[in-house]
């Protein structure tokens, strides 16, 4: 999709694009699928034993090569959330090197991110909140596999989602969800991405304008479909109960949420009063039925359908929102990668709960679609895949990874399994591994998909407790990357990798499958194009337009002459071809700061207020004259 960009490398020398990913030379996947890859993968990559044997309750890794050697790349992408830092964080897998970080929800003076006019303009229109906590990035697909153009991650504060172009790695649109107080989960209808759905958690009166305050069992969550491509609300189905994460059938038929208040509690000890709550499951064409002949109300400028058990909607054979009983309070849900099961897992019960998604269809009582109870462990959180019929669930309480056999926990159900009391495990536990410590989400190689790749899994855990040196009362998080590609070995612990505040679920994407480009194609912005030597100065009643060209190693003027108090303008263009030669422009004392990458263009507005000498810089180290890179801006006193 950048053909006519990244052809622009030469002048750089830097030919490290043009080389092949670690490993790429062989049929990699079949062969980890295989299982036997291990000791093979060693010697191709030249096996250096990262971890020894111990008795330390670390499984062996002797054998897992995790290594990228300086100047390769790694074979993933893995895509990070940032929790309540508002960002997301690009590392490769499996080095866990962090390549990137990219500001969604909160400004970002590094890359000018909300400090030009048209990313300002971005996050003041979409609520003006100055920060936002992302949980869910999820990749868009096309055909049950991953297509390189977006991302998307929930804003779980402010209940917005926002969409990254992974083109150039920059959010480029955020939605305000209307009717959602909070946007938890975050996931995309499959196999084609026709919506980006947004789940609302926290439950709110509808609209919430005043009405209702004392009244909680009034108060609705809904979820909320948009459009990928112009990332508008497209309807909103309103709910019993609190929702809290989410997954995306494969086929385009179902949604399921997870939720944790059925009891329409407002403390915690109401809130999990009750032994069961539900699964959502939302039937997406049922819904965009109902859309269609009108049967919703519009709050908040959207078509919202009334999908609560008493809703006449819930009433016939074809139910828009099923509610099945699951135990207690459960939190992640995900459907397995052939889209025969959606998987929930209890939080405060040691089962997950396996919904049959084709018997959902049929029915007529859908707890009877629920075909598997395992028993796992204690505080099962999130669940991912292997595409060799494997699950892996957290265990927050028990601080383990649990992998285990999907057929054969519907197998073992009900006959087979042990009470749910922690001691005795489903028949269908393969194994445990420690973690360190305390793990949320975990997330495998392109888990996602239809097709997980199966060697590589990231543990998510929220507490590092002494793994690392000790920086102060607030602790990295820890995030450990576990090889999961030979069934025989088993799990095998390989790497920590500190973290920020606070990734909470990723998605793993093979590096081909992504494509970002080198330089900006002016064709794909608005701001116009402003060649070095067509830069001019455009003066009209207080209003200075400065439209300047850069280069190594100068703006297109060395002089700015303007009044006290007149609104300026700067339109700014760096015109490199050359790839990594970035320039900024940066104006002291009047908070202006913005990133320029090769044949990028940004525009920003402020009022010269204060009358004197002030150095408009480069911030970014361009060349050897890089520091004599800087302009006057010359602010003459009002008469
Ligand atoms: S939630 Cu944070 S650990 Cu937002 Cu997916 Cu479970
Ligand atoms: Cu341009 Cu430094």
Redesign the pocket.
């Known amino acids: 999709m950048t053909d006519e960009h990244t052809a622009i490398e030469g002048e750089s020398g830097d030919e490290s694009a043009d080389r092949e990913p670690l490993f790429d030379r062989i049929p990699r996947r079949n062969f980890m699928k295989a299982g036997a890859a291990v000791g093979a993968m060693g010697s191709l990559a030249g096996c250096t034993g990262v971890l020894d044997d111990g008795d330390d309750g670390l499984a062996s890794a002797g054998d897992v090569d995790a290594y990228v050697p300086p100047g390769e790349h790694d074979d993933y992408y893995a895509f990070l959330s940032g929790g309540h830092s508002g960002e997301i964080r690009v590392y490769g897998v499996p080095s866990m090197r962090q390549l990137m970080r990219i500001p969604v929800f909160g400004r970002e003076s590094a890359r000018g991110y909300g400090f030009d006019d048209r990313t300002s303009e971005m996050l003041e229109e979409s609520g003006g909140y100055t920060w936002g906590d992302t ?2 990035p999820r990749i868009s697909q096309t055909d049950n596999d991953y297509d390189g153009r977006w991302a998307f991650v929930n804003d ?1 504060a402010n209940g917005r989602m926002a969409r990254i172009n992974l083109k150039y790695f920059e959010t480029d649109a955020i939605v305000d969800i209307p009717n959602q107080q909070g946007t ?2 975050a996931c995309c209808l499959l196999p084609d991405t026709k919506y980006v759905f947004g789940v609302g958690e926290f439950r709110v009166p509808m609209p919430n304008d005043g009405r209702d305050l004392d009244d909680p069992d009034s108060y609705t969550s809904t979820i909320a479909a948009i459009d990928p491509e112009t990332m508008n609300v497209e309807w909103e189905v309103l709910v019993d109960g609190n929702m ?2 989410g997954d995306g059938g494969k086929d385009g038929r179902w949604f399921f949420a997870t939720g944790y208040n059925s009891e329409n509690a407002t403390t915690v000890s109401e809130m999990s009063a009750s032994d069961t709550d539900w699964v959502k499951a939302f039937d997406v064409p049922a819904i965009e039925e109902a859309v269609e002949n009108g049967e919703y109300d519009e709050i908040g400028g959207v078509p919202v359908v009334d999908g609560t058990r008493d809703s006449p909607l819930n009433d016939g054979d074809r139910p828009i929102v099923r509610y099945l009983d699951v135990s207690k309070s459960p ?2 849900v995900s459907v397995t990668p052939d889209n025969k099961y959606a998987i929930a897992s209890g939080k405060l019960d040691p089962t997950c709960s396996i919904i049959d998604i084709e018997q959902l269809g049929e029915v007529d009582d859908p707890n009877d679609a629920i075909v598997g109870r395992p028993n796992l462990g204690m505080g099962p ?2 669940t991912a895949y292997d595409g060799r019929g494997h699950a892996y669930t957290t265990l927050f309480i028990d601080s383990d990874v649990v992998k285990w056999d999907i057929e054969r926990a519907v197998e073992a159900y009900p006959d087979e399994e042990p009470e749910p009391n922690g001691d005795n495990e489903s028949p269908a536990v393969v194994e445990k591994i420690d973690v360190h410590y305390n793990p ?2 975990l997330i495998a190689s392109e888990s996602y998909t239809a097709d997980p790749q199966g060697d590589w899994l990231i543990s ?1 855990n ?1 507490l590092s407790k002494d793994r690392f040196l000790n920086v102060g009362p607030m602790k990295p998080e820890n995030d450990q990357l576990i090889y999961i590609g030979d069934d025989e070995e088993g799990m095998q612990l390989v790497k920590d990798t500190p973290s920020y505040a606070e990734p ?2 990723a998605s793993i994407v093979s590096a081909d499958k992504i494509d970002p480009a080198d330089v900006y194609d002016p064709a794909d912005y608005d701001e116009e194009y402003v060649e070095f030597d067509e830069s001019e100065i455009v003066r009209e009643d207080g209003r200075v337009h400065v439209k300047m060209g850069s280069q190594r190693n100068e703006f297109g003027f060395h002089d700015v002459t303007v009044q006290e108090g007149d609104e300026v303008t700067f339109t700014v263009t760096n015109i490199e071809t050359t790839q990594d030669i970035l320039h900024s422009l940066a104006i002291p004392e009047h908070d202006v700061n913005i990133k320029l990458a090769p044949q990028e263009t940004r525009e920003v507005t402020f009022t010269a207020d204060e009358p004197g000498v002030y150095w408009m810089y480069c911030a970014f180290f361009c060349s050897a004259l890089h520091l004599e890179m800087r302009s006057r801006l010359i602010v003459e006193p009002a008469e």
Do not use: E, S, T
Request: no cysteine; charged share 25%; net charge neutral.
């Open positions: 949980h869910h779980k938890h989960g809290d994460n939190h992640g959180l999130h949320g989400h998510l929220k909470h679920d």
